[in-house]
């Protein structure tokens, strides 16, 4: 699933759309994830495919939304293991801001904010 956590770590969401991928939100697609999407595709659309739990758009806001309460990347909270996947399905209907409240208080998050 390497190809696709790039992606998520990004803060984007993959879906298929017929013999298309669709990224979202768009505003974070850059040049270096156009030509990552081009050199991986076959592996993407595989990874997509396999995937039990892809996060949708709703959910990749969600992250973000998370993310802009800890002052942080969604690709530093998933890259550090503050939020899983587990998290993505279990707890996106949660308030963002609650999340964070709960991510403040694991130990590691002062140590780790070295982004």
């Given amino acids: 699933?390497?190809?696709?956590?790039?992606?998520?770590?990004?803060?984007?969401?993959?879906?298929?759309?017929?013999?298309?991928?669709?990224?979202?939100?768009?505003e974070r697609i850059t040049?270096?994830?156009?030509?990552?999407?081009?050199?991986?595709?076959?592996?993407?659309?595989?990874?997509?495919?396999?995937?039990?739990?892809?996060?949708?758009?709703e959910v990749m806001r969600w992250l973000n939304s998370v993310a802009r309460y800890l002052n942080c990347t969604p690709g530093y909270l998933l890259a550090q293991g503050f939020i899983d996947r587990h998290d993505l399905s279990e707890q996106h209907r949660s308030h963002p801001r609650q999340v964070a409240a709960l991510i403040r208080t694991h130990p590691a998050w002062p140590m780790a904010r070295d982004d």
């Fill in 1 to 26: 699933m390497a190809a696709l956590d790039y992606l998520h770590r990004a803060g984007l969401a993959v879906e298929i759309h017929g013999e298309r991928l669709r990224l979202l939100p768009g």
């Fill in 31 to 57: 040049d270096n994830v156009r030509q990552f999407v081009r050199q991986h595709r076959d592996a993407l659309f595989a990874e997509v495919r396999a995937q039990h739990y892809p996060p949708t758009a």
